[in-house]
Each structure stands twice: as C-alpha cells, then as structure tokens.
C-alpha cells in the first residue's frame, strides 16, 4: 500500500506576509508570484491565512475602503496547520471535508510551506500513474 506524507508535495518556503500590511500590498504579492495563498505572520509566529479569494471578495465589495484594509482585516485566522510528516490522505481528508482551500505546513522553525488544491492535484496524478504501472 503507497503511503505518502504531506511534506513530498508541499510548496517549500512559501511567500509570507505580515498581519499589519496593506490589502493593496498583499493583492500585488500575490499577483507579482501568481500564488492565491499567503500565511500571515505576526513576529514571526502563524496567526492566519490570506487568500486570493478573501482578497477579491473585499475589493469587490463598493463600500469598503480597499486600500485602507489590512490583511488582518481579510485573513482567516487560526489556519489548518500540519507537519510535514502528516500523511497526505488525512490531509486531503481534513481539506475536502472543511473545504480548506491550503494547509499550513509547519515545523520547530515555523512556516515550513503550504500545501493547496493544486499541489493535491500533482499529487494525485502520481498516485494515478502508480497504479496505472
């Protein structure tokens, strides 16, 4: 039985940002690396999970004042965080059943890397292409 870990398909040191930076500077960031993720740190430490779809939902929205809002006041706090060595079906277990569209990847050092859908996917073609051999 093929039993594989989160941390084979992670996106290794992923793009952070602070909790106190601007939704404009996020929303650049996430444009200028064409990544839809971004953890959000405070010193150092994971407080959040910032995402495309948070940062389009608020633009869209008339009367908020885009350019004044923080990634605090978009994130999603308290993200699903596992460790690299987490096996990668309780993950994509955990993500489909909560519909995350990431998972935090973490470690003693902090921030590790993020796992999202579309590294699921890569993941999921491998497993197809085992079985297929």
């Known amino acids: 039985m093929l039993l594989l870990n989160v941390g084979r398909y992670v996106t290794r040191q992923p793009w952070t940002i ?3 930076a601007s939704l404009s500077e996020a929303h650049s960031l996430m444009r200028e690396h064409d990544i839809r993720h971004l953890p959000v740190l ?3 430490e994971l407080v959040g999970v910032l995402t495309q ?3 389009y939902l608020l633009a869209t929205i008339a009367d ?3 350019q004044a809002l923080t990634v605090a ?3 999603t706090e308290h993200p699903y965080v596992v460790a690299a060595d987490t096996r990668l079906d309780d993950v994509t277990e955990e ?3 909560h519909k995350y569209s990431s998972a935090i990847v973490a470690g003693p050092n902090g ?3 993020i796992f999202t859908a579309i590294d699921a996917c890569r993941a ?3 497993v197809l292409r085992n079985i297929a051999l």
Do not use: I, K, Q
């Open 18 to 20: 602070d909790r106190s």
């Open 42 to 44: 405070d010193n150092g």
């Open 53 to 55: 779809h948070d940062v």
């Open 64 to 66: 908020f004042p885009f």
């Open 73 to 75: 006041d978009a994130m």
């Open 95 to 97: 993500m489909a059943r």
């Open 111 to 113: 921030v590790e890397g």
């Open 124 to 126: 999921f073609t491998d």
